[in-house]
């Protein structure tokens, strides 16, 4: 008679491959045979490779790879990785109170229960780290890098490499005067991070001149035999100049050393293309593509198949646009590091193919179609466009939502022109992976609608997965398909801005930017709290009650190339199951000493479970979660 222990590996290897890590977990308690047999490397490999084809980051240290992990170090991380996917898609993360728990020594893993949401019953200090920023510096813009290093741009130009676990930094580029960070890529096989400084030099819309800096810094490689310890360096890759209001730059191959940009034509209303097809030669390519440009979509480019793709999301669909590399060549131009040179744009080349594809709208909770103001809203706003510009929006009188009559149809709940994108977030599988696994890439948009006689703001957020090329070969809609299936935190709500109160006097004036970050299939934000008699219309207050937010989007799981589809964890909405596309916003405790209000910067890291924040007096906050 056969039974478990006599099954040949192989086999039990077959099955393995079926089960999640829950099962393995079941089956090896069950005898020491099986115990060790599905503890073993290719096991855990495969459980791997199902988290990675579930957008789940792996929670590697410093630049990693899973090559470079033993088998014992790969069970850890793949396990590390299971809990903080359940902890984040299934209830409201906890403080993972061993995050940063010093080597010999034991935390209290009590969390008492209080009523207090501000974190401050829990006893461990080793959930959240404070680590320190430049001396005499504000923050700009804060990134992690790996678990161990975080990028730091201050307000003067300086950009700070920071070491997460000794609190210093460790290498520093200061141009002695004021740049802006645009770009950040990082590449771990190559223990490069590559980014974009960027300042503007003169002029205005068609004739507004930039620089950016192309930078990298490079962190070594340790030896084990070695007892000095180099640490990494910065340098300059490629100087060069834009013409036009630059919208943004890609750093679409860092190994082929292949850059674009876009660049909104005023004079035209279009999108032209910058590209360095190697920035190791003094060249350029700057055509306009003639695709328009709208004040409500939004842009983003990604390297596909040899072609340049840009990515444009409007209200109820997405376009996608192709550009060859091998027809970008033919257009290339010589360029120069002389102070008097500007590049031209050259000429008008279309794409060589477009293609779109309609998002899939769902039926919302009933109070996601309450006015999120007292007051109806007859005036015209402004609104920020291509480059930071800001245009004015004709508003017609509009009525806002109502109820969806026909459930197999919904409409976008948001099409009227009351709503507005404030800002979108693209993000694109960016942590190591395997070959094995096809890219996803997914868009956060943050709406908005302003009062303008009350100057309130008040948002929802969507979120939808998208592939390149889009798969457009579905006749009808698939219900268990979630690509462009439109996901929202539907309740209107207040998020706290930042930002600068003097901007430079060479750029338009912009509203303070929203306290958002993003992270695949995440997003945190810091959002005002009013009281249950608040007159929702009113100004709002400066030093009023504030939380820290945290939604999950239902998790996906990617069945080859251009399909994914629920995962099955984390059912979103009610807990009866209704309003399945319905983010369950929740919120984050946080420690008694980090007071909101102060927070300059926000981000977020998937990977480690973690929420960043710079404050005003020089401190960085990385709060862990499970």
């Not at 996917?85 to 893993?109: Q, S």
């Not at 962190?219 to 007892?227: A, K």
């Not at 910065?234 to 060069?240: C, V």
């Not at 004040?295 to 646009?321: K, M, P, R, Y």
């Amino acid at each position: 008679m056969t039974s478990l222990q006599n099954i040949p590996y192989d086999l039990l290897l077959s099955i393995a491959q079926y089960l999640d890590l829950a099962d393995i977990y079941a089956l090896q308690l069950t005898c020491k045979h099986l115990g060790y047999a599905l503890r073993t490397r290719p096991v855990y490999r495969e459980m791997a490779v199902s988290l990675l084809r579930r957008c789940r980051a792996l929670p590697l240290y410093g630049f990693r790879r899973l090559s470079d992990l033993s088998t014992d170090q790969l069970v850890e991380v793949v396990n590390r990785a299971a809990q903080l996917e359940r902890g984040w898609l299934t209830r409201t993360p906890r403080p993972a109170v061993n995050a940063f728990i010093p080597e010999g020594e034991d935390a209290l893993n009590e969390i008492t229960n209080t009523a207090d949401a501000t974190g401050w019953g829990i006893k461990s200090r080793y959930w959240y780290k404070v680590v320190g920023t430049p001396p005499d510096e504000e923050v700009d813009w804060l990134s992690p890098i790996t678990a161990s290093y975080t990028l730091c741009a201050t307000k003067s130009g300086r950009v700070v490499c920071w070491d997460v676990h000794r609190d210093v930094g460790i290498a520093e580029w200061n141009p002695g005067e004021r740049w802006e960070l645009w770009k950040c890529r990082v590449e771990f096989d190559q223990r490069i991070v590559y980014f974009t400084m960027a300042k503007v030099l003169c002029g205005k819309d068609d004739e507004k001149v930039m620089q950016f800096e192309l930078m990298q810094i490079h962190f070594p490689e340790q030896t084990p035999d070695s007892d000095e310890q180099v640490g990494p360096s910065f340098s300059n890759l490629r100087s060069f100049k834009t013409l036009g209001i630059v919208m943004n730059v890609f750093l679409l191959d860092p190994e082929a050393r292949l850059l674009a940009g876009f660049v909104w034509i005023s004079r035209l209303n279009s999108i032209g293309l910058y590209v360095l097809l190697d920035w190791n030669k003094e060249e350029y390519v700057f055509i306009d593509t003639g695709i328009q440009c709208t004040n409500t979509a939004n842009w983003s480019c990604i390297l596909c198949d040899g072609s340049i793709v840009i990515h444009s999301e409007e209200a109820t669909f997405a376009t996608q646009h192709f550009f060859p590399l091998s027809v970008l060549a033919q257009y290339v131009y010589p360029s120069n590091p002389s102070s008097e040179f500007v590049p031209r744009m050259t000429t008008r080349l279309k794409a060589t193919r477009s293609i779109s594809r309609g998002f899939i709208f769902p039926v919302l909770p009933p109070e996601s179609y309450v006015p999120p103001f007292r007051q109806p809203i007859v005036q015209n706003i402004l609104i920020t466009g291509p480059g930071n510009q800001i245009h004015p929006i004709i508003l017609p009188h509009a009525d806002d939502p109502t109820p969806v009559t026909d459930l197999n149809n919904p409409p976008n709940p948001w099409s009227d022109q009351l709503w507005y994108p404030e800002s979108a977030h693209f993000v694109r599988q960016w942590w190591p992976t395997l070959p094995s696994v096809p890219r996803l890439s997914c868009t956060v948009v943050l709406l908005a609608q302003h009062h303008p006689d009350t100057h309130v703001t008040k948002y929802v957020l969507a979120q939808h997965y998208f592939t390149v090329p889009l798969d457009t070969s579905g006749t009808g809609v698939d219900p268990n398909d979630a690509m462009m299936r439109m996901w929202y935190v539907s309740v209107p709500f207040e998020v706290y801005a930042g930002g600068d109160e003097d901007e430079d006097t060479y750029e338009a004036p912009t509203r303070q930017r929203p306290l958002l970050a993003v992270d695949f299939g995440h997003a945190v934000w810091l959002e005002h709290v009013r009281a249950a008699d608040d007159e929702e219309d009113e100004a709002p207050y400066e030093r009023g009650q504030m939380r820290l937010r945290f939604v999950s989007f239902p998790g996906v799981r990617l069945e080859g190339e251009g399909r994914a589809v629920r995962s099955g964890i984390g059912r979103g909405g009610g807990s009866d199951g209704t309003y399945q596309m319905e983010g369950a916003a929740r919120t984050l405790v946080v420690p008694k000493e980090l007071d909101l209000h102060d927070v300059e910067t926000i981000n977020i890291d998937q990977s480690q479970g973690a929420v960043i924040l710079s404050v005003r007096q020089g401190k960085i906050f990385i709060l862990c979660y499970e």
